[in-house]
C-alpha cells in the first residue's frame, strides 16, 4: 500500500511538471507574436501636402492588437491656420480602403509651426499600401 502510494505521488509530480513546462512554453512562445511591427511601404510613410499643411515623419506601427499611426503636422501658409481634424483613409494595393482614422487636432497652428499627433484603431494595417489625408476646415 505504501508503494502504490509513492507511485501515485511520483506520477502526479511528474504530470505537474510536464504540465507546467507545457504552459510555460505556450506562455512564452505567445509573447513572441506579440512583437512591435512596423509598416514600412512607402506610400503609407511618404510626406504629403494637403489644405495648407505639410505631413512628414509618419509612422504606423502594429503592437498588442492595436495600429497606431503617428506623423507631424507643419503649417506650411503664412496665416495662422485652424485645423479641426481630418481623415486618413487607409487603402490597400487595390486602392479599396481598409478603414479611415480621425485625426483630431482642434487648435489654431501658426505659420512654420509644426505638431504631432497620433491615432489608433483596434486591426492590424500591416497589409496597408497608402494613406490619404483629407483636411476638415
Known amino acids: ?3 502504490t502510494s ?21 506562455n ?16 503609407v510613410i511618404k510626406d504629403q501636402e494637403v489644405g495648407g499643411f505639410h ?37 490597400d494595393k487595390n486602392g479599396e480602403e481598409i478603414t479611415t482614422l480621425l485625426g483630431y487636432v482642434g487648435n489654431t497652428i501658426k505659420p512654420g509651426e509644426t505638431i504631432a499627433i497620433s491615432s489608433e484603431v483596434n486591426m492590424n494595417l500591416m497589409d496597408a499600401y497608402s ?3 483629407v483636411v476638415h476646415n
Open 1 to 3: 500500500m505504501v508503494k
Open 6 to 26: 509513492k507511485i501515485i505521488i511520483i506520477i502526479f509530480i511528474i504530470v505537474v511538471v510536464v504540465l507546467g513546462g507545457y504552459f510555460i512554453v505556450r
Open 131 to 133: 494613406i490619404q489625408y
Open 55 to 91: 505631413f512628414s515623419n509618419t509612422a504606423l506601427i502594429y503592437e498588442d492588437g492595436k495600429s497606431k499611426l503617428t506623423t507631424s503636422i507643419k503649417n506650411i501658409t503664412e496665416n495662422d491656420a485652424m485645423l479641426q481634424s481630418f481623415d486618413i483613409i487607409v487603402q
Open 28 to 43: 512564452v512562445s505567445s509573447h513572441k507574436e506579440d512583437k512591435v511591427q512596423t509598416n514600412t511601404n512607402e506610400n
